[in-house]
């Protein structure tokens, strides 16, 4: 996000750039706190919330459109909150309670690798192909990923 905002979008205010970057946590972690339990509960507001953002975030991208970025940014951020709150709820009734820390700390893992495994992603593609080319790639992939998930049955009696 600090490339973008720097190289595509021009705001070269450091305070600027790291204000952008953590309104996504702030956003996430106001989500997994204080959004509404049906939110939580149900399995497709997370996803709307994900790929809203993450296509209007890319329009931002695209258009070199800062305030549609912060949109997205609010966006995504909502939908990753949502997400994470509801996976950790689902690991928690799923698991043996003698267990559960075990499945928590795997849950935690898989979240984690799942956020860090796309930045050196985009990197390999940006050194290959256009940034904003690479940026859609990984999108699309995101979207798709998000809607199959949201759009399966689930395997488990959990909805």
């Not at 959004?35 to 509960?41: D, F, G, H, K, S």
């Not at 043996?96 to 992603?121: N, W």
């Amino acid at each position: 996000m600090p490339s973008f905002l720097r190289e595509e979008l021009h705001v070269h205010n450091v305070a600027a750039v790291g204000a952008e970057v953590g309104l996504l946590f702030i956003v996430a972690l106001i989500a997994q706190v204080a959004a509404p339990e049906r939110w939580i509960a149900g399995r497709r507001p997370a996803s709307a919330f994900l790929v809203a953002g993450v296509a209007v975030f890319e329009a931002g991208l695209w258009t070199r459109s800062l305030p549609t970025f912060v949109a997205g940014t609010l966006l995504a951020g909502t939908g990753i909150g949502l997400a994470f709150r509801r996976g950790v709820g689902v690991a928690q009734r799923l698991a043996d309670p003698r267990r559960r820390a075990d499945l928590l700390s795997t849950y935690f893992l898989f979240a984690y690798t799942g956020t860090i495994v796309p930045t050196p992603a985009l990197g390999l593609l940006d050194q290959t192909i256009n940034q904003d080319v690479a940026t859609l790639i990984l999108a699309v992939a995101v979207v798709v990923t998000t809607l199959a998930s949201a759009l399966s049955r689930p395997t488990t009696a959990i909805a």
